[in-house]
Nanobody
């Protein structure tokens, strides 16, 4: 079965850190660019970060720049989103998405082929 599975979400205090994982099964990620998105209650889906299939290009939303880092480990068929200095406004369901050969950056976040089911991140004291 072809799918993306996010994990690593949870409850964390403001200022804390989490690392989200986006693992692929049924296909290999190395030809896919990956986007991370989030949706807070009552708000629209928001682009967070992306990484090109080559791993050489990344992009971040202004709201997370300097705090979040995206990376990929093709040997593990997984993309990661390291989130540091978390704020209450980072609370959302986080989704990863994959696009075969898609670009990343220039206001484009890859998402056309597969989506995961999401993982909840709650930042609260």
């Amino acid at each position: 079965q072809v799918q993306l599975v996010e994990s690593g979400g949870g409850l964390v205090y403001p200022g804390g850190s989490l690392r989200l994982s986006c693992a692929a099964s049924g296909f290999t990620l190395d030809s896919y660019s990956i986007g991370w998105f989030r949706q807070a209650p009552g708000k629209a889906l928001e682009e967070v970060s992306c990484i090109h299939e080559s791993g050489l290009s990344t992009d971040y939303a202004d709201s997370v720049k300097g705090r979040f880092t995206i990376s990929r480990d093709n040997d593990k068929n997984t993309v990661y989103l390291q989130m540091n200095s978390l704020k209450s406004e980072d609370t959302a369901v986080y989704y990863c998405a994959a696009e075969l050969g898609g670009p990343c950056g220039g206001n484009y976040y890859p998402s056309r082929d597969f989506w995961g089911q999401g993982t909840q991140v709650t930042v609260s004291s």
